[in-house]
């Protein structure tokens, strides 16, 4: 009888077991693309290229950054048809794709893009310290400057610059106005920042961090309030919708005609 009640225990115990292994190892959904981010002509992998998952409507899903050998991996919650859109710096930006994936789908590509020549200015000069190992390649910032367009404020020209407020760094900027509202308590916290791309000045879509502010903030909270300008470390204008990166372009909604009213990025050093 022990012996009958110890093997019933026993079963119980590994029927038990094997459930809560059954649960840890219940399989996660998720749909893959991984590759190898490459140069054109040479096949040499390129490091530090940022990579952007985004349907075919243009919204974006996740994003990640080539390793020391190229190699990325971009994870989407759910299945469907997805684009990707690389680029580095001193590379022109590319899109590959459409690629279907199903549930649990994996796909392993190279993904290879062209040299581009880079800009001869004050503006990556500018950049001076590791730029190649600062956190502004990582984000996408140097890559941007390559491109050519917006207006672009970098670390050294914010350090040499005399403002005394982050809206001090928006003067002088053709396209650009300062708006002081009419009393109130934030009339005594500075002013808020507008566009004039759309042929009239309109309230522009500001990111800080790469995070979308809502329009009803970046409409009357002043540029002060939302980026001080000891934290702030660069900051990107584009002043018409023809100048925004694929990556914000994709989720403007500032408030000018049709909602595109130019984007002003900025980057901060409490990140």
């Known amino acids: ?30 749909q893959t693309i991984s590759g190898t981010l490459m140069e054109v002509e040479t096949g040499q992998p390129i ?11 243009g919204d974006s899903v996740t994003s990640g950054v080539s390793n020391g050998q190229g190699q990325f991996s971009l994870t989407a919650p759910e299945g469907g048809s997805f684009l990707l ?3 580095a710096f001193g590379f022109k930006e590319t899109a590959a794709g459409v690629f ?3 549930a ?12 581009a020549p880079m800009p001869i200015d004050g503006i990556l000069v500018s950049l001076q310290r590791p730029a190649l190992q600062h956190q502004l390649v990582k984000n996408g910032f140097v890559r941007r400057v390559t491109r050519g367009l917006g207006r672009f404020i970098t670390p050294v020209m ?5 403002a005394l407020t982050s809206e001090d760094l928006f003067r002088g900027i053709p396209g650009v106005g300062l708006v002081y509202p009419q009393g109130g308590i934030n009339s005594f916290q500075g002013a808020t920042v507008r566009l004039a791309g759309t042929g009239q000045y309109c309230t522009p879509t500001i990111y800080l ?3 979308r502010l809502s329009v009803q903030m970046t409409a009357s909270m002043p540029m002060e309030v939302i980026a001080p300008l000891q934290t702030i470390d660069a900051v990107e204008i584009y002043r018409r919708p023809a100048e925004v990166p694929v990556e914000y372009g994709m989720t403007q909604s500032g408030s000018g005609q049709g909602g595109n009213c130019g984007v002003i990025v900025l980057w901060t050093r409490t990140r």
């Open 1 to 30: 009888m022990k012996h009958g009640r110890d093997r019933a225990v026993g079963a119980w115990v590994l029927a038990l077991v094997m459930l809560m292994i059954g649960g840890v190892a219940t399989p996660v959904h998720a």
């Open 100 to 102: 279907e994936l199903g």
């Open 158 to 162: 914010i350090e040499e610059s005399p």
């Open 85 to 87: 859109v690389a680029s």
């Open 47 to 57: 490091s530090l290229g940022l990579v952007i998952m985004m349907t075919e409507a």
């Open 104 to 115: 649990d789908g994996e796909m392993a590509i190279d993904f290879r893009i062209a040299a």
């Open 209 to 211: 961090d790469g995070t």
